[in-house]
């Protein structure tokens, strides 16, 4: 008929696949819903035959989708922008419009829902950078300044305040700002205030943040710098007290911010600049203090952080020395001003000074893996080793992060030096500690580096299937793997053997599915108390499916009968893949059969039944 729209054909050779794939199984569920509820309105074509419409949701939204056969595309003046329930309930619309036989008229060449979406468009590109105001202020005279600031003043009063504040230091000089700003600080962490925040308000510090400013581009940098440290001391307690989403903090560290600017151009000197900005950084616990890092990153010379680093060496003399029995955040504390210590003793070319405090606090702190590590770095490398054993030794039953860590240190020295049957043995210590497949890998690795994997293998396999360790000795496996020197742990947890889940991963990994099947059942049967990884059913079906299909088939069945049972929209969209999965490996007369079964048991589950239509890969308009 001339005149009528030219759609694309494409949009009737659409399949509920298609759409699945295209935007998901719960956003087609939520458009096929939509659409049944008559929300989609005013449905058209464009003239190179794509469709739009208005649908009506939480707001009424202009959506247009275009299809080439291969891949759909959308734009929806919605929050979600594409892909969007809207765009899944135009295209619905229009295929039971077809099937109905009812006609699409042409949208009109200035349609206001192709305005919307091109402006939509438009706000969602990132917006052009401002021109500077520098070039037109330099125009005015002035008279035009003076006219412009006052009438800026009278309608904002920031910007009234900024000016009074600089008003007030010309005339007076900084003192009563900075009493004024000191004031503030006060009223903002008074304790009393506290509970106005609790119940919803939170303090601002934004006018702080423009004094600080206010006086450091007046040349008062070592005022905002003093203001700094009281704001560091009240504000850490009333970031301990008030009860909001972290804006306090924010706050704060803004205000932090310019402090530390201030301090890099204030009257101290440089070693007083460093011993601030690590003071700052030991009492911040809650990230006030970004730019105490900034400041310390700076070209300072050696002979200041000489000074300050004997000004902190002082400060440990001075103050007792922590012991294991001590709490975990005094040790911490001091662990943090040893570091900080260590560090301005580096850069003040004192490497061996700090080398001997790292060494007499390493008993004190378990500071073993920093100290092994500069031991490394600085090439004593038998010193690091003797520390490795000794740390190991020390921290196994109190801290055995600690531990682990300088296991790791070890194993990678080893590496580095290509000592594989080391190696190996620091990999079998810890599979039998906990016999995981990533640790069987691991092991496996080191060990055919090594060139001891068949002896290996079968102590690892006895271990996994009769829950038996080698016979105790020197090492993890006497006789196959050297003794590292460090112990054999105790397992992590009580192992019931057979290790189901390891063994099953290995069959799969070795392409056996008959021991695949093997240990699956014998994990079904026996029902071990261990955790068979979720995914790891969908391997063993995949695994054996050659050979074994309808034992695979009987997995799949059984993953999605578990997600149809949970009765939630969620689980019927995930069962979608098992029943895929079953459609593409089931011959047609088995799975119509086993599709009615499922048609009848639930019967009920109305979202279920839609889930259920979208398995096969046939046309939407065949549905509609």
């Known amino acids: ?74 734009r929806c003046t919605c929050p979600v922008g594409d892909s969007c329930k809207h765009a899944v309930a135009v295209v619905l619309e229009y295929l039971e419009s077809v099937k109905k036989g009812l006609p699409i008229p042409a949208a009109a060449e200035n349609d206001p829902r192709l305005r919307l979406l091109d402006s939509d468009s438009m706000e969602n590109t990132a917006p052009s950078p401002e021109p500077s105001l520098r070039p037109y202020l330099e125009r005015l005279t002035n008279e035009e300044l003076i006219d412009l600031l006052e009438t800026l003043a009278r309608h904002d009063p920031h910007v009234r305040k900024a000016i009074d504040d600089r008003r007030s230091i010309a ?26 925040y609790r119940g919803g308000g939170i303090p601002d510090y934004s006018h702080m943040q423009e004094r600080m400013e206010t006086l450091l581009s007046m040349g008062y940098a070592d005022e905002v710098v003093l203001a700094g440290e009281v704001l560091l001391q009240k504000g850490l307690r009333q970031v301990e007290m008030v009860d909001d989403e972290g804006e306090t903090i924010d706050q704060i560290a803004s205000c932090m911010d310019v402090v530390f600017s201030a ?22 616990e809650y990230d006030l203090c970004a730019g105490a890092g900034r400041l310390l990153a700076g070209d300072f010379p050696e002979e200041e952080w000489g000074i300050a680093a004997d000004r902190l060496l002082k400060r440990l003399e001075e103050i007792a020395p922590v012991q294991k029995t001590d709490s975990f955040s005094s040790r911490y504390r001091r662990n943090r001003l040893v570091a900080m210590t260590v560090t301005t003793l580096d850069k003040a070319g004192r490497q061996d000074e700090a080398t001997i405090l790292q060494i007499g606090e390493a008993d004190r702190t378990d500071t ?52 594989w049957p080391a190696v190996a043995a620091i990999r079998a210590e810890a599979f039998f500690r906990e016999p995981t497949y990533p640790a069987f890998r691991c092991l496996e690795e080191a060990s055919r580096r090594a060139g001891v994997w068949d002896g290996v293998r079968d102590a690892v396999m006895h271990y996994l299937i009769a829950g038996e360790r080698p ?25 019931t053997a057979p290790v189901a889940d390891t063994l099953i991963e290995i069959a799969i990994a070795e392409k056996k599915p008959g021991e695949v099947l093997r240990w699956y059942d014998r994990w079904e049967e026996d029902k071990i108390d261990r955790y068979l990884r979720h995914n790891l059913e969908d391997r063993v079906a995949d695994a054996v499916i050659d050979a074994y299909p309808e034992r695979a088939i ?54 279920f039944l839609e889930v259920l239509d979208h398995v096969e890969d046939r046309r939407i308009i065949e549905d509609t």
């Open 1 to 74: 008929m001339a005149g009528e729209p030219k759609i694309s054909d494409s949009f009737r050779a659409l399949t509920w696949r298609d759409l699945d794939e295209w935007a998901g199984a719960k956003t087609l569920s939520r458009g096929k819903r939509y659409q049944r509820e008559g929300r989609v309105r005013d449905l058209a074509c464009l003239p190179r035959g794509d469709l739009i419409a208005w649908v009506a949701g939480t707001g009424r939204y202009a959506t247009t989708v275009s299809t080439d056969g291969e891949s759909i595309e959308s």
């Open 171 to 196: 005339a007076t000089g900084a003192g009563p700002l900075v009493e004024a700003l000191l004031s503030e600080i006060d009223a903002a962490a008074d304790e009393r205030s506290w509970g106005e």
């Open 263 to 284: 301090l890099a151009v204030s009257s101290r000197p440089a070693h007083e600049k460093i011993l601030y900005a690590i003071e700052a950084d030991l009492e911040d």
């Open 368 to 419: 073993y893996p920093g100290l092994v590590a500069r031991l490394l770095h600085e090439g004593r490398r038998d010193e690091a080793l003797q520390w490795i054993y000794r740390g190991i030794s020390e921290t196994e039953g109190t801290t055995p992060g600690i531990a682990d860590e300088l296991r790791t240190i070890l194993r990678e020295m080893w590496e580095r030096e290509d000592n």
């Open 471 to 495: 016979p105790a000795g020197d090492g993890a496996i006497p006789g196959v793997l050297p003794d590292t020197g460090i112990g054999v742990r105790a397992s992590r947890w009580e192992i």
């Open 554 to 607: 009987a997995i799949w069945k059984k993953k999605a009968e578990r997600l149809i049972a949970e009765t939630r929209l969620k689980s019927y969209e995930e069962s979608l893949q098992y029943l895929r999965t079953l459609r593409s490996h089931m011959e047609t007369p088995e799975w119509e059969e086993y599709r009615g079964e499922l048609r009848r048991k639930h019967a009920r589950k109305r979202r």
